[in-house]
């Protein structure tokens, strides 16, 4: 009888193969599929040779060679592709039987595609893999949700395969229900945007402001990978900064114009939609949208005044409040994002582990940080933390912070250089740390010319008012609801 997998995969793009040579080194065996059938036997015959790896030509046969409860993967481009494989799939599946996508998917369709597939029998996860090629191949942070009862079945496969931490704690666990891995796995995305856009905005700093070379800058962010700023995201803008190909440095060579799949634009739009200040996150796509406009800057540029940038300070001392600056802005960043997690899972009724989530961040994705291991410890002790600004762990660091973390962004300011991120970041602790913020002129401004209401200062919360400010409106106002 012919060995029967343990897992089935579709796509064989670089995750996909990554990922299943990942699961083989672990000792599982993997039946293969991919649209193209000709790439199942090229992998089959190249990267896959004389391993333990099962390649099929239709959904039929991937299925049959699986063992029960049937498992398949789905590693293919997020949308329409997903729903046709999921059809393709359920004629040839049992009651019980598993699939699960891989993929960037966004939320809201995972939360129906779980619903449509339990209602056919058979259980279903979407689940977020963070860690890019090298994760894939190496041990990703694996964050899944769906079908419950799907869990214990993928459980120790998905486990095995993750990244771990240093005393060996799998970078995986289950999230909730429905599509919480993926809503995770937004977030997570949404905190890499702005991580990504404050590190840029800080090389900024150091090229335009201080004059720095690539050498010099490659030099401080090796530095600041060994402190409190050592991360994934540190240690290859380090590795870039230093890089040169035939003598030249390749990072200048690389056009200002950069490129989204849309994960960053999703969990702006979802911390709107649930009315959560995702500011920095905001800033950071849109960032991206205006480096998108590289003609339209480039006219510009020959048109529109500004300040030319020059320092006149201690240079060494101004590293250093960068370098506060961007912590204090990185604290900001997850601490916007949690606050979205918490108020989503209030929303769709999920119970989210966030010291959890912090652990599965810890080791093989992109956000992953030794300060993760701070937020874990933070929720480990208050699981009701409200705001990550709160623990005093985190409150000490934004304190210590806070004079560079100005300095900075008043600096850039003079100097016309743009920090959206970090300057949101400081809005946002400004604004959170503010206790009566003028939007009562804001509520009155609404009243006037829309009769919308407000409330009293010297009233109970919940009883709302109206003022008839120009003698010609009357007593009628609008119905009171939030948008």
């Known amino acids: 009888m012919e060995k029967l997998g343990d897992i089935g995969l579709i796509g064989l793009a670089v995750m ?5 040579l990942n699961m083989e080194s672990h000792g599982y065996t993997v039946a293969v599929f991919n649209r193209t059938v000709a790439k199942v036997d090229k992998f089959i015959e190249g990267r896959g040779a004389g391993k333990n790896f099962i390649g099929t030509h239709s959904i039929e046969e991937l299925v049959q060679s699986l063992k029960r409860p049937r498992k398949v993967m789905l590693l293919v481009k997020a949308g329409a592709a997903v729903d046709s494989f999921i ?37 279903y996860i979407g689940t977020g893999v963070s860690g890019g090629e ?28 993750s990244a771990k931490v240093e005393d060996g704690s799998p970078c995986c666990d289950w999230v909730g229900e429905n599509g919480a891995g993926h809503f995770v796995k937004m977030v997570h995305n949404g905190i890499e945007y702005g991580d990504m856009q404050m590190i840029c905005e800080t090389y900024q700093m150091m ?57 960053g634009k999703w969990t702006a739009i979802a911390a709107l939609d649930v009315g959560i200040p995702l500011t920095l996150i905001g800033e950071a796509v849109f960032a991206r949208t205006l480096s998108a406009q590289k003609e339209l800057r480039v006219r510009a540029s020959k048109v529109l005044e500004g300040p030319k940038p020059s320092f006149k300070g201690d240079k060494k001392a101004f590293i250093e409040d960068l370098r506060q600056a961007l912590l204090a802005s990185k604290i900001i960043s997850y601490a916007q994002g949690y606050v979205l997690m918490r108020t989503a899972a209030a929303d769709f009724g999920w119970d989210l582990n966030y010291g959890g989530i912090a652990l599965m961040w810890r080791g093989g994705c992109i956000i992953r940080s030794v300060f993760l291991g701070n937020i874990k410890e933070a929720f480990d002790k208050n699981k009701d933390l409200e705001n990550l600004l709160l623990d005093p762990f985190f409150k000490e660091k934004i304190d210590t912070a806070q004079a560079s973390w100005r300095k900075v962004i008043s600096t850039a300011v003079e100097n016309g250089i743009p920090v959206p991120a970090l300057a949101s970041a400081l809005s946002y602790y400004d604004g959170y ?51």
């Open 207 to 263: 090229k335009d402001l201080l004059g720095m070379s690539n050498k010099e800058m490659y030099e401080v962010f090796k530095e600041w990978n060994e402190g409190e700023l050592d991360s994934y995201l540190i240690e290859i803008t380090r590795d870039i900064l230093g890089y040169e190909e035939d003598g030249e440095e390749t990072v200048d060579v690389i056009l200002d114009t950069a490129g989204q799949k849309g994960t």
């Open 433 to 483: 740390r503010t206790e009566r913020l003028p939007a009562n002129l804001l509520q009155a401004q609404r009243d006037y010319f829309g009769a919308h209401t407000y409330e009293r200062v010297d009233k109970p919360r919940g009883e709302f008012f109206h003022t008839n400010w120009t003698g010609r409106g009357g007593d009628t106002a609008a119905s009171t609801y939030i948008a």
């Open 16 to 20: 996909g193969e990554n990922l299943i």
């Open 87 to 123: 059809d393709q799939l359920i004629p040839h599946m049992e009651p019980g039987d598993i699939i699960i996508d891989g993929g960037n998917t966004h939320f809201p369709d995972t939360n129906r595609r779980t619903k449509y597939v339990e209602e056919k029998g058979l259980l």
């Open 134 to 161: 090298e994760g894939a191949l190496l041990g990703p942070s694996i964050m899944p949700g769906g079908s419950n009862d799907a869990w214990q079945h993928v459980k120790t496969i998905f486990q095995d395969i």
